[in-house]
């Protein structure tokens, strides 16, 4: 039997060993990808998706939207792309409710201004 010492290294880093980008932008995507997905995105109807969720997407964009404008000036390369999925998701939302929000106060609009 294999003594835990035979085995070969972690390939897990250490979290001070991340910069501090990329562990913004992972958490980025994270967040957008889950946006997405309550938003019933990942289906082929996303009006009939048992994964859409109106009230945990407009959660998950407000936390994506303060998070890519908070550390925008720090992600570079990265932002303009962030954005780009951050206001898809937000139309998104827009043309998935029932009855959209005033422009202004659509899930991260605080952060972001209106998206129409």
């Keep these: 039997m294999a003594d835990v010492t035979d085995l070969p290294p972690n390939n897990v880093r ?20 889950a946006a997405a997905e ?4 990942a289906d082929e109807d996303p009006d009939s998706s048992p994964r859409r969720d109106l009230d945990e997407a407009r959660r998950l964009i407000t936390a994506l939207a303060g998070l890519v404008t908070a550390s925008a000036e720090y992600l570079g390369p990265h932002a303009g792309p962030l954005r780009e999925g951050l206001q898809s998701v937000q139309r998104a939302f827009r043309e998935a409710s029932a009855v959209p929000d005033e422009p202004g106060q659509g899930p ?9």
């Design 38 to 41: 309550r938003l019933g995105l």
């Design 108 to 116: 991260g609009e605080k952060y972001t201004g209106p998206v129409y």
């Design 14 to 33: 250490e979290l001070s060993d991340v910069p501090s980008i990329e562990v913004i932008s992972k958490a980025a995507i994270m967040l957008l990808s």
